[in-house]
């Protein structure tokens, strides 16, 4: 079976963990939510040695995920778990040694991925999953106030739902009030390369 690879997790990562260095100094273990291809755990998790990164998606992508585990040799990138946003949290974080844990989630290029459902069960699951005072990081495309940013995420918003017409770059102002209403208060909003953001929330 062939290793997945994703170009744009080559293009963002080094922008991305600029940011992440500063939001999870503090942080002990970080839930990614969506892993993919792995090459943002394993590069994220080499660049924070002070904590451990637990990949997680669906079962479907664990073999990318864990080849380049193995052939990191790292030992604070955990093997993943399967997380499906259909799912709660708690049956994937069932484990004794990630209850009460979690202190940091991190997303990248998901929530305009799945469903308006699934990103309201995502919040519901970082509510549920994240310690007071864990930050979560969010990195993707947003529209603000109703708008594109650029021509190249309208395009990209007329693929996306073109290919499920329940997917589609989010409202940035849409976010922000699941984020409030999970009990998340936005920190920052970070500009990044090709038209995306980088938003940190921290559960109060």
């Given at each position: 079976?062939?290793?997945?690879?994703?170009?744009?997790?080559?293009?963002?990562?080094?922008?991305?963990?600029?940011?992440?260095?500063?939001?999870?100094?503090n942080t002990?273990?970080?839930?990614?939510?969506?892993?993919?291809?792995?090459?943002?755990?394993?590069?994220?998790?080499?660049?924070?040695?002070?904590?451990?990164?637990?990949?997680?998606?669906?079962?479907?992508?664990?073999?990318?995920?864990?080849?380049?585990?193995?052939?990191?040799?790292?030992?604070?990138?955990?093997?993943?778990?399967?997380?499906?946003?259909?799912?709660?949290?708690?049956?994937?974080?069932?484990?004794?040694?990630?209850?009460?844990?979690?202190?940091?989630?991190?997303?990248?290029?998901?929530?305009?991925?799945?469903?308006?459902?699934l990103v309201?069960?995502?919040?519901?699951?970082?509510?549920?999953?994240?310690?007071?005072?864990?930050?979560?990081?969010?990195?993707?495309?947003?529209?603000?106030?109703?708008?594109?940013?650029?021509?190249?995420?309208?395009?990209?918003?007329?693929?996306?739902?073109?290919?499920?017409?329940?997917?589609?770059?989010?409202?940035?102002?849409?976010?922000?009030?699941?984020?409030?209403?999970?009990?998340?208060?936005?920190?920052?909003?970070?500009?990044?390369?090709?038209?995306?953001?980088?938003?940190?929330?921290?559960?109060?």
């Amino acid at each position: 079976m062939d290793i997945a690879f994703s170009q744009a997790c080559e293009n963002n990562k080094q922008p991305i963990i600029t940011v992440l260095q500063n939001a999870f100094a503090n942080t002990k273990r970080v839930l990614e939510v969506g892993s993919g291809t792995g090459q943002h755990a394993v590069f994220f998790a080499k660049q924070l040695p002070q904590l451990c990164w637990q990949p997680s998606d669906l079962l479907v992508n664990h073999h990318s995920i864990n080849s380049r585990r193995q052939s990191s040799g790292l030992t604070n990138m955990l093997a993943p778990i399967v997380l499906d946003l259909h799912q709660p949290w708690q049956l994937a974080l069932a484990k004794p040694s990630l209850q009460g844990v979690i202190d940091g989630v991190f997303t990248a290029n998901t929530l305009h991925i799945v469903s308006s459902a699934l990103v309201k069960l995502f919040f519901t699951g970082v509510k549920q999953s994240l310690v007071k005072g864990g930050v979560l990081c969010v990195y993707g495309p947003f529209n603000y106030q109703g708008k594109y940013t650029s021509q190249s995420n309208a395009n990209f918003d007329l693929w996306l739902k073109d290919r499920d017409a329940e997917s589609g770059i989010r409202d940035f102002e849409h976010i922000e009030n699941l984020a409030e209403e999970a009990g998340l208060a936005l920190i920052s909003d970070n500009p990044m390369p090709a038209n995306n953001r980088l938003l940190v929330f921290i559960m109060n």
